[in-house]
């Protein structure tokens, strides 16, 4: 079992008292160290780290934004915002709203910003004429080396 969440500890829980740590633990496929482990954590922690909709609505909203940024991405962002996060916590909240992968996050949110594959690969890439300052297509580039 992966990305345990609150309603799964419960269970674990409650499988520990009827059948013991180590039983309740294989049968649920964690570590009885990761079971101790939680126990020790004050429940003020682990309430924060799961419950936080404020942090879960900025990191869907950044998303819906920027779908082409990963967890990476996203973690640092939101960092420098002010708002210290970890990669590994936005993975387990876009894994929970079914945007774990990066065409999940395109499909749900299409042409949502700068950065995104669609929109890479349909803008012509274009360069900059140093004498002028203007835009020039790679196909006036062409021509001027050719002639």
């Known amino acids: 079992m992966r990305h345990h969440n609150a309603q799964d500890w419960n269970r674990i829980a409650e499988d520990v008292e009827h059948l013991?740590?180590?039983?309740?633990?294989?049968?649920?496929?964690?570590?009885?160290?990761?079971?101790?482990?939680?126990?020790?954590?004050?429940?003020?922690?682990?309430?924060?780290?799961?419950?936080?909709?404020?942090?879960?609505?900025?990191?869907?909203e950044l998303v819906g934004e920027r779908p082409a940024w990963g967890c990476d991405r996203i973690a640092y962002y939101l960092t420098v915002s002010g708002n210290p996060v970890s990669s590994p916590t936005v993975q387990k909240i876009l894994i929970a709203h079914g945007l774990g992968r990066r065409a999940q996050r395109e499909e749900r949110y299409p042409?949502?910003?700068?950065?995104?594959?669609?929109?890479?690969?349909?803008?012509?890439?274009?360069?900059?004429?140093?004498?002028?300052?203007?835009?020039?297509?790679?196909e006036?580039?062409?021509?001027?080396?050719?002639?």
């Open 20 to 60: 013991g740590a180590a039983k309740a633990c294989m049968l649920h496929g964690i570590h009885r160290s990761t079971w101790y482990r939680r126990l020790k954590r004050p429940q003020e922690a682990l309430e924060a780290k799961e419950g936080s909709s404020s942090l879960t609505r900025s990191i869907l």
């Open 111 to 138: 042409g949502g910003g700068m950065g995104t594959r669609g929109s890479r690969r349909e803008t012509e890439k274009t360069k900059f004429d140093d004498k002028t300052e203007t835009a020039r297509k790679p």
């Open 140 to 147: 006036d580039l062409r021509a001027d080396r050719a002639g």
